[in-house]
């Protein structure tokens, strides 16, 4: 599985971006994707889940009614949606997929075995 992410870049505070995650795999929907992202000097945290084949959604606190995670099955793409940005949003932000991921483990990156090449995000002030 390899998974190709972009969309980041430097914004100011109070901007959106947009992040994409393409996936070459068969199957697609049948996949559980994530957004994970981490700062410099900082362990890696949980952003947004979406499992595959199936409505359940999942947000990290810090994110929850400024991100919105959706997908497109047709175009096996992942999608990340980032409002109302903050300067702690920045962070290198990876996208994950795995099949095996059950519900209770949508916000753990232990769940997820494969990973893409992240894209930093900046949010200046």
């Known amino acids: 599985v390899q998974l190709q992410a972009s969309g980041g870049g430097l914004v100011q505070a109070g901007d959106s971006l947009s992040l994409s995650c393409t996936a070459s795999?068969?199957?697609?929907?049948?996949?559980?994707l994530a957004w994970f992202r981490q700062a410099p000097g900082k362990e890696r945290t949980f952003v947004a889940a979406i499992k595959g084949n199936s409505p359940a959604i999942r947000y990290g606190d810090s994110v929850k009614g400024r991100f919105a995670i959706s997908r497109d099955n047709s175009k096996n793409t992942v999608i990340l949606q980032m409002n109302s940005l903050k300067p702690e949003d920045t962070a290198v932000y990876y996208c994950?997929?795995?099949?095996?991921?059950?519900?209770?483990?949508?916000?753990?990156?232990?769940?997820?075995?494969?990973w893409g090449q992240g894209t930093q995000v900046t949010v200046s002030s």
């Open positions: 994950a997929a795995s099949r095996t991921v059950i519900v209770s483990s949508m916000t753990s990156d232990q769940a997820y075995s494969n």
């Open positions: 795999v068969p199957g697609f929907r049948g996949y559980t």
